[in-house]
């Protein structure tokens, strides 16, 4: 018979939501479980237990910054169908806003090592995210079984995907936002 992980306790919501904005600043790659501790009021042993390990913490953490990718992927649900390019101009609104700067750093680091460590505690990340979005701008499109309408929103996904890591990389939002408009207006 499965056994399946009783709900987190209050403690370990808790630091969970701690040793995340930890990450948002300081990034996963390097993550290391004593300066985190630190900084979040806890110990090693602490994290390990709650965690079972540093990658069981990792997990957790890549978790913790999906739910926020799906929180905005439910807020822009319609009841009609607004459009591809409507959808894809607020993701972009929401992708490049400064709040979430920390938040889309995140992102990057994660989706980078899913795709150089696929077997790590980063798994299936980059490619869960994808499915993600897509599904989300095929609810935006009318025919959204076509392989136009596919490669359709496949394209505004890279679109929105490049000009996200060049904001990153520049801090340009003026420039990137006038790409992506004009890339999504023609």
């Not at 630091?15 to 979040?40: C, K, M, N, Q, V």
């Not at 989706?111 to 989300?136: F, H, K, Q």
């Not at 000009?163 to 207006?185: F, I, K, P």
């Amino acid at each position: 018979m499965p056994t399946t992980k009783p709900a987190p306790s209050a403690r370990e919501r808790e630091l969970l939501e701690l040793a995340y904005s930890y990450s948002l600043t300081h990034g996963l790659a390097d993550l290391s479980l004593r300066p985190l501790a630190t900084a979040i009021g806890s110990s090693p042993r602490v994290l390990l237990f709650l965690f079972g390990s540093k990658d069981g913490l990792i997990r957790a953490l890549l978790a913790r910054a999906r739910s926020d990718e799906l929180t905005l992927l439910e807020e822009l649900r319609y009841d009609e169908q607004p459009g591809l390019e409507v959808i894809a101009r607020e993701l972009w609104t929401w992708l490049s806003a400064p709040e979430r700067r920390p938040l889309m750093n995140l992102w990057v680091e994660a989706y980078g090592r899913s795709l150089v460590s696929p077997d790590g505690p980063w798994g299936d990340y980059a490619r869960s995210t994808v499915d993600d979005w897509l599904e989300l701008l095929k609810a935006s499109q009318i025919d959204a079984e076509s392989k136009r309408a596919q490669a359709q929103r496949t394209a505004v996904l890279a679109l929105l995907r490049g000009a996200l890591l060049d904001l990153l990389a520049t801090g340009d939002l003026e420039r990137t936002t006038r790409a992506v408009e004009q890339q999504l207006s023609s």
